[in-house]
């Protein structure tokens, strides 16, 4: 599992905050938050809100996709997909293009294409849990 020093999309503030109720991974983020009360519960101990929890959620579920790391998640950044929910609001040939011009913009070789129909798949299987 991921730190969740990976999260782009939380302030050092909360950072320091998570890490003070002994999160440090991404999946321990994922466990805490994982219905809508514990989301208000983590919002509340940290001082956040519950769209703050849940953006961090989207990107920590993303961040626990199977064979994903930094690379990927710095092509993910650069093809503007922050999380779950952006690779949910569109089709495996969006995803596609948008992680080759990603890749292309990074001058890095994109991903196969079993990869990403990969990420693209555990994403719908993701929202269906």
Same mark, same amino acid.
Do not use: C, K
């Given at each position: 599992?991921?730190?969740?020093?990976?999260? @782009?999309?939380?302030?050092? *503030?909360?950072?320091?905050?998570?890490?003070? /109720?002994?999160?440090?991974?991404?999946?321990?983020? %994922?466990? *805490?938050?994982?219905?809508? @009360?514990?989301? /208000?519960? %983590? =919002?509340?101990?940290?001082?956040?809100?519950?769209?703050?929890?849940?953006?961090?959620?989207?990107?920590?579920?993303?961040?626990?996709? $199977?064979?994903?790391?930094?690379?990927?998640?710095? %092509?993910?950044? /650069? =093809?503007?997909?922050?999380?779950?929910?952006?690779?949910?609001?569109?089709? &495996?040939? $969006?995803?596609?293009?948008?992680?080759?011009?990603? =890749?292309?913009?990074?001058? *890095?070789?994109?991903?196969? $294409?079993?990869?990403? $129909?990969?990420?693209?798949? /555990? =994403?719908?299987? &993701?929202?269906?849990?």
């Amino acid at each position: 599992m991921p730190p969740i020093t990976e999260l @782009t999309r939380i302030e050092p *503030v909360y950072l320091d905050r998570l890490e003070h /109720q002994g999160i440090f991974t991404t999946g321990l983020l %994922l466990e *805490v938050s994982e219905t809508p @009360t514990r989301r /208000q519960t %983590l =919002a509340d101990q940290v001082d956040a809100t519950t769209n703050d929890v849940g953006a961090w959620r989207d990107e920590a579920l993303m961040l626990n996709l $199977a064979s994903f790391g930094s690379n990927e998640h710095r %092509l993910m950044i /650069q =093809a503007e997909i922050e999380g779950l929910r952006d690779i949910l609001a569109i089709d &495996l040939d $969006a995803f596609t293009v948008r992680l080759e011009r990603a =890749a292309a913009e990074l001058r *890095v070789d994109p991903p196969d $294409a079993l990869r990403v $129909a990969g990420w693209w798949e /555990q =994403a719908r299987r &993701l929202e269906d849990e």
